[in-house]
Structure formats: structure tokens, C-alpha cells
């Protein structure tokens, strides 16, 4: 397989010291479909900058496409389409008039330019609204159109900064299926941040679970699930009193210490998450075990291993999707940003 971004040891510290990358590496492959996933702070959209050549890296090296990106950025620019967390849609324009004035900017003219833009017109499903003015679509065809554009240059590397942010859930579905067929009719490689578990489940064919700027796991999906090993039971509890603290966490804590094929228990925030093999066969001995001990299970959930797992395995958290009203009431309304 031919690497089209390689990164060793990539560190940027800002000048208040803050560490917002520390000593990363990782690589993509050609036609790769690539993500970082990971709670806000994670350092994936400084990743993305410093490999789009927006941010110069601290120290450690770093190529795209097998250029330098900091001795070779004008090089990289021309290579790669980068879609940044907020839409850059004019408003007053028409979708076909932004696509156009994209080409444009891209030093793209005529007749190849306006057969780009009608064929990705109809693979982003806006071929019936590319003459209404954009400040009237939705804000699904508005991140569809973003992502359109970003590709009228034919870019080798797509750079996607948490693309579906603050949509609901049915239009977020729906652009996940035109990544998808982006990333196999265009044969684009993709590097795509997310904190959707889901997202990073369904598009990415690797992944890095990142956290506070560190990589913390990296592989497949299933390699990366696999290496949990058992089902995942995730309970609530209350005792006599119907109190719920942390000195309750460390009692059933204790408890579970006796019970047998448990493989390891760790604080899930408002619970325990307990990993022991054959999940559904243990629940009610767990079920039996606390009943005697006078701790009342509030909630029990058992499931197979997900990326969550994974995440909380290496860093003792989950990852918390946090989307602020503001960002999401405002992300659509912004003018039209650099790429």
C-alpha cells in the first residue's frame, strides 16, 4: 500500500504551554477511509490544521503525499480539499455559482469545470436545487454542499474536521452515505475527525482514538473492539436509603471482587461498567450478589464491546459528545472561510 500522509513524533505546544499535540504518530494509506475519534480537546482539529499547513508543528515531522508540509505547503494546498467544522457557503450565491467560484479559485475554467460541478451536483443529490440561492437551503444541503465543493479540483486527500456537527441524526445519516460513495466512485482518501462513535464505526476502515493529544489505541474497528475481550455490563445503584455516591461505587466494587470471569471494572461516571466474559450468563448471578448485599440495581445494560469501551479501557472515561447550542444554532450562518 502506497502512504500518502506519514507522521512521526508531532508535537505542537502553544506559547501559553498548553500541549495540544504530544508526540503523535500514525500513517494513511491511498484510498484510505481514516479518522481521529475523540472528545472535543482531543487535539484532532490541530492535528488537521498543522497536516493542511494552517499550524506549524513544535517539533517532529510530518508529509503529505510525500511532500514536507512545512517546505512544501503551497505544493500541499494544490493536492488536498480541506472541510473545516463550519460550512463556508456564500449565501447569496446559488449551490452551482459557490462550485463555480470554487473552480474558479482552483484556476479551474470552461467546460471541464462546469461538468465537475454538474456530475458532483448530482452525487451530492442537489442537482434540483443548484440554481436556488444557497442561503435558502437546509443545513443538510448546506454541509452537502460544502463537501461538494471541496472536491471540484479533484483533490488526492480529503480533510474532513467533524463534518456532521450539529446535524440530526437523519441528515447525518444521509451524509454519511454520499462519504461513502465519494470515497469509493472517487477513489478519495479521507482523513476524517469525529467524536460520533457511530461515524467512526460505519466510515473508517482505521482509526486513532485520540485523547488530551495523545494517540491511546489505533487499528481497525474490530481490532480495536477485539481487544476488550468480553461483553460490556454497565449498572446503576442505590442502597437501603436509596442513595447513590462514590462511597456505594467502591462497596459494589468490593462485591465484585468474589464474583468470578470478571476481567475488570471501572467507574462509568454515573455507575460501573463491568467486562467479564459471557455477559448474559453472568447477569444474575450479579443480579443474586448485590440483592444479598442490600444494593439495590437501578439499571442494568449489557452489550458487546463498542469503541466507548475502548476509549474508557485507555483513558478510565466515555467520550461525551458536547455540541453547545450556540455552535449549533450558529455553524450555518457564517460567511464564506478560507479552505
Known sequence: MTEVINVKDLTLTYADGTKAVQGISFSVNEGEFFGFLGPNGAGK?????????????????????GLDIERQAP??????????????????????????????????????????????????????????????????????????????HKPKIMFL????????????ATVWDYLEQLNKSEGITIFLTTQYLEEADRLCQRLCIVDQGKIVAQGT???????????????TMKDGQGKSDDSLKAKGRQLLQSLPNIMNVVDSGNGLTIYAKDGGYFVPDLVRAFDKSDIKLVSINLSTPSLDDVFLKHTGKRIRVEELQK?????????????
Open 161 to 172: 474536521d467533524e463534518p456532521t456537527t450539529g446535524l440530526d441524526p437523519q441528515t447525518r
Open 327 to 339: 455552535q449549533t444554532s450558529s455553524m450555518f450562518s457564517r460567511g464564506r472561510g478560507s479552505r
Open 221 to 235: 474497528p474490530a481490532e480495536l473492539k477485539s481487544e476488550i475481550g468480553a461483553d460490556a455490563i454497565t449498572i
Open 45 to 65: 482539529s490541530t492535528t488537521i490544521k498543522i497536516l493542511t499547513t494552517l499550524l506549524h508543528k513544535t517539533s517532529g515531522t510530518a508529509s503529505v503525499v
Open 75 to 152: 505544493l500541499i494546498r494544490k493536492l488536498i480539499g480541506v472541510q473545516s467544522q463550519d460550512t463556508s457557503v456564500d449565501p447569496e450565491l446559488t449551490g452551482r455559482e459557490n462550485m463555480l467560484l470554487e473552480g474558479h479559485l482552483q484556476q479551474m475554467h470552461g467546460k471541464e469545470l462546469e461538468e465537475r460541478v454538474d456530475s458532483l451536483l448530482n452525487v451530492v443529490g442537489l442537482k434540483e436545487a443548484a440554481d436556488k440561492r444557497a442561503g435558502r437551503y437546509s443545513g443538510g444541503m448546506k454541509k452537502r454542499l460544502d463537501l461538494a465543493s471541496v472536491l471540484v
